[in-house]
């Protein structure tokens, strides 16, 4: 039988052994600060000049974070790919061209599958980038850049499963891709274009033509009465109403609007009109304008709509809070 004693102890034990692997992790990613040298810069320039791809490679561990490194390059402006140097010799050497760089990554720097594959690249006169943790290995020789991702020691208890060297390793092809970023100028509307099917992408490439709302809109003259206003607000379903005079926006009521008129007002509330307590300079926007920048006009503003108008000011839809998350 399992004491209460026992099963309070085996978690606590258990936290322990994450606590020391996350410290010994941690610790190794801030080793690499050191590391950064010129051979850093040198990297970032052979990858921002590259005509054609960057091409990632590794075997076993290294390929796994290769293969991430490649989709964070490819996601952030760097036109990059993985591939297995095992596949090199059944023909995949053909996707490789004399304007890519390869950024070749062992964490012994001794690999022997990848250093087979090492000649054929040196034959075609591409750039290599090594990744080592070991900057006398036959890797980094041959190499055109070599980066120094050394640890002390992996995280494993037995200092033998890559842990600590795979997240230092990880985190310099963060760094190359965070620097290249930089260095092309690259901006969110650019990551969007990458990723047109996340939820950034979207709020980044929508436009306010997309989801406003076009159909039954409460448009009223600034002459009604606010008895009458107040029905239009409710039909509308909007939570306001647009004054509208020679088919160009004048103003806009909210129910808030409303509220505040009956409180100061009282009895004399059904005897003024829109004009009395319109906003007359609403926020706008053209329908081209981004989601992304529709949100931040709302939160700028602290208002829950924007009225989308075309240039002369003519109504031409609503896009609310609820409207940017569709």
């Known amino acids: 039988m399992t004491t209460n004693t026992e ?48 091409i990632v490679t590794g075997v076993g561990k290294s390929g796994h974070i290769g293969a991430k490194i490649a989709a964070t390059l490819s996601s952030t402006g760097t036109p990059s790919f993985f591939i297995n140097p095992l596949d090199v010799f059944h023909g995949d ?11 070749a990554i062992s964490y012994s720097g001794q690999t022997d599958e990848l250093l087979r594959f090492i ?24 190499s055109t850049v070599h980066l120094h991702v050394k640890v002390d020691r992996e995280a494993c208890p037995l200092n033998l499963a890559p842990t600590s060297s795979t997240t230092a390793t990880l985190v310099m092809g963060d760094a190359l891709a965070v620097a290249l970023m930089q260095v092309r100028d690259f901006k969110p509307r650019d990551f969007a274009q990458f990723h047109p099917g996340g939820e950034l992408g979207k709020r980044l490439l929508t436009t306010a033509q997309d989801v406003m709302r076009t159909d039954e809109l409460p448009v009223i003259p ?31 009521i909210t129910d808030g609007d409303i509220r505040r008129a009956m409180e100061k007002w009282q009895a004399e509330f059904f005897n003024r ?12 926007a053209l329908p081209s304008a981004k989601i992304s920048d529709i949100q931040k006009m709302m939160n700028t503003y602290k208002i829950h709509s924007i009225l989308i108008v075309s240039e002369d000011k003519r109504l031409l839809g609503v896009v609310d809070h609820y409207r940017c998350m569709l």
Do not use: W
């Open 119 to 142: 000649p054929m690249v040196l034959h075609m006169n591409i750039p290599i980038i090594g990744m080592s943790g070991n900057d006398m290995s036959l890797l980094a020789k041959y």
């Open 93 to 103: 050497l053909g996707v490789m061209t004399r304007d890519d760089v390869v950024l």
């Open 7 to 54: 099963t309070n102890e085996k978690p606590a034990s258990v936290r322990q052994y994450a606590e020391r692997c996350i410290k010994e992790e941690a610790r190794a990613v801030m080793q690499l600060l050191p590391q950064l040298d010129e051979s850093f810069d040198r990297a970032v320039s052979l990858m921002y000049h590259c005509r054609g791809k960057v």
């Open 222 to 252: 600034p002459t009604m009465h606010l008895g009458e206003a107040i029905i239009h607000v409710s039909k509308g379903k909007l939570g306001l109403a647009v004054a509208v005079t020679d088919g160009r926006v004048a103003g806009i």
């Open 273 to 284: 009109t829109v004009a009395d307590i319109m906003t007359r300079q609403p926020k706008t």
